[in-house]
């Protein structure tokens, strides 16, 4: 009688274990869904902004700040893509080979304008000198840097900012 016992609760004290585990993994796997949908949620809070890019881009997340999606190339990959500091966005926000673009108010940002807006981003003046992450020909991004007292436009020459005098 005393062996039944013992095996008895020892079965119960088994089931119990498992229960409370059952439910310790319930908690953790309900914790993590709440984490991820809070975050997803806090991504698309904002919407997707107009733009003709809705045309080659999926999956857009939209931060408030920064626009990241997945968009089609000239020759129908789909690469990653972001637009940084989307608050600066004065015109269309469309995709130049994938890569989201958009005309800014050099106003706010501080940049000078030029056809390295279209393949760079992070842009950014520090003391005279404009600082970049610029894409180079096979699509690797770069982090380069120019003198921005530029007196031409300034562009992206296979990752590298280059000054080129006005005419």
């Not at 857009?60 to 990653?80: F, M, S, Y």
Request: proline share 4%; with cysteine; glycine share 8%.
């Amino acid at each position: 009688m005393v062996l039944a016992d013992a095996a008895h609760y020892g079965e119960v004290a088994m089931r119990t274990m498992l229960s409370k585990s059952r439910v310790v993994s319930l908690g953790a796997a309900l914790a993590v869904t709440l984490a991820a949908t809070a975050a997803a949620s806090q991504a698309h809070l904002y919407g997707s902004p107009p733009g003709s890019y809705l045309n080659s881009c999926t999956d857009v997340i939209n931060t408030g700040t920064q626009l990241r999606a997945r968009c089609k190339t000239h020759d129908e990959r789909w690469i990653p893509a972001q637009l940084q500091h989307l608050l600066f966005c004065v015109s269309d926000i469309s995709t130049d080979d994938g890569v989201l673009v958009c005309t800014r108010d050099r106003t706010m940002n501080g940049g000078p304008v030029g056809s390295y807006e279209k393949t760079c981003r992070d842009i950014h003046r520090v003391e005279g000198q404009l600082y970049a992450t610029c894409r180079r020909r096979l699509g690797e991004w770069v982090p380069t840097s120019i003198n921005a007292t530029c007196m031409g436009e300034i562009s992206n020459e296979d990752g590298a900012l280059t000054c080129n005098p006005a005419p």
